[in-house]
């Protein structure tokens, strides 16, 4: 997490609809992450913004509960804070029923595949399974990979109401990130409109060199697209085109059969 992300803190105020010392600590669990697994009581308010007295306070209380433990002057998460991520996983059925078919999937084309949604900027795994090491940091349920940038998010932004979109990618920075990284807005556009347009999404090397990624969207009940499926390979292994051939049909049953079963399950 990056300071401006802290950032809404100091504008918004306390009030009855909005608890400051509440958003202050998720602020300080937020802190921490694969590049940040372990920090001082210092680098804790550096990251979110704090005092080191507003910071302390926030990290003893989460010590008392049994989200965070210390040691010396380093504190870290506890495995207590998978709590809160598998209470929205397991309030969302869907992922419950969806793992079988994304193992079926994979073991398939042997190769990873993952489920995400939308949340704000960022395209969030909410299942993984991994079949190979694609990305070179390790990726699991609940990171975060930037909309614009991956196939899972172009389809996910490319079912929103066209206002929408069209405000969220007037908003993208875009960033250098691979060899075939969009350049301009007007690149990022067209991409997305042709995710909406055939219902699927190829990133190559956009995101990170070598990886090569498709992605479909699952439907619900009313049609809308609440979150998307991809197959993740490496282009050394897996050209773009025999990924297309071989893989988006499969990919595309799969996720046929996720939108059919949240239909199923509404009607229950």
């Given at each position: 997490m990056s300071p401006d992300e802290s950032a809404p803190l100091t504008s918004l105020k306390p009030g009855d609809s909005y608890v400051q010392s509440f958003a202050r600590g998720l602020?300080?669990?937020r802190t921490f992450d694969s590049h940040h697994a372990r920090q001082t009581l210092t680098e804790v308010a550096k990251r979110c913004g704090l005092t080191r007295a507003g910071a302390r306070r926030i990290l003893l209380t989460l010590q008392t509960l049994g989200y965070v433990r210390s040691e010396g002057r380093m504190f870290e998460l506890t495995p207590k804070i998978l709590d809160l991520g598998f209470a929205y996983l397991s309030s969302q059925p869907l992922w419950r029923f969806a793992e079988p078919i994304a193992m079926q999937l994979a073991n398939d084309v042997r190769e990873s595949v993952s489920i995400a949604v939308l949340d704000g900027d960022d395209a969030v795994f909410v299942l993984r399974v991994?079949?190979?090491?694609?990305?070179?940091?390790?990726?699991?349920?609940?990171?975060?990979?930037?909309?614009?940038?991956?196939?899972?998010?172009?389809v996910l932004l490319a079912a929103l109401p066209v206002e929408e979109r069209e405000a969220r990618l007037a908003q993208v920075q875009l960033a250098r990130r691979a060899v075939n990284t969009v350049r301009t807005h007007e690149e990022l556009r067209a991409a997305v409109e042709q995710a909406r347009r055939q219902h699927w999404c190829l990133v190559d090397q956009e995101l990170e060199d070598g990886v090569l990624t498709v992605a479909a969207p699952i439907t619900g009940r009313d049609g809308k697209v609440v979150a998307a499926i991809n197959i993740s390979t490496h282009a050394s292994r897996t050209p773009p085109q025999v990924l297309l051939e071989q893989g988006l049909p499969k990919l595309q049953a799969a996720a046929q059969s996720l939108s059919q079963l949240l239909v199923l399950m509404k009607k229950d």
């Amino acid at each position: 997490m990056s300071p401006d992300e802290s950032a809404p803190l100091t504008s918004l105020k306390p009030g009855d609809s909005y608890v400051q010392s509440f958003a202050r600590g998720l602020s300080v669990i937020r802190t921490f992450d694969s590049h940040h697994a372990r920090q001082t009581l210092t680098e804790v308010a550096k990251r979110c913004g704090l005092t080191r007295a507003g910071a302390r306070r926030i990290l003893l209380t989460l010590q008392t509960l049994g989200y965070v433990r210390s040691e010396g002057r380093m504190f870290e998460l506890t495995p207590k804070i998978l709590d809160l991520g598998f209470a929205y996983l397991s309030s969302q059925p869907l992922w419950r029923f969806a793992e079988p078919i994304a193992m079926q999937l994979a073991n398939d084309v042997r190769e990873s595949v993952s489920i995400a949604v939308l949340d704000g900027d960022d395209a969030v795994f909410v299942l993984r399974v991994p079949m190979r090491k694609v990305l070179s940091d390790p990726m699991g349920v609940g990171s975060r990979l930037p909309a614009w940038a991956t196939a899972t998010g172009r389809v996910l932004l490319a079912a929103l109401p066209v206002e929408e979109r069209e405000a969220r990618l007037a908003q993208v920075q875009l960033a250098r990130r691979a060899v075939n990284t969009v350049r301009t807005h007007e690149e990022l556009r067209a991409a997305v409109e042709q995710a909406r347009r055939q219902h699927w999404c190829l990133v190559d090397q956009e995101l990170e060199d070598g990886v090569l990624t498709v992605a479909a969207p699952i439907t619900g009940r009313d049609g809308k697209v609440v979150a998307a499926i991809n197959i993740s390979t490496h282009a050394s292994r897996t050209p773009p085109q025999v990924l297309l051939e071989q893989g988006l049909p499969k990919l595309q049953a799969a996720a046929q059969s996720l939108s059919q079963l949240l239909v199923l399950m509404k009607k229950d």
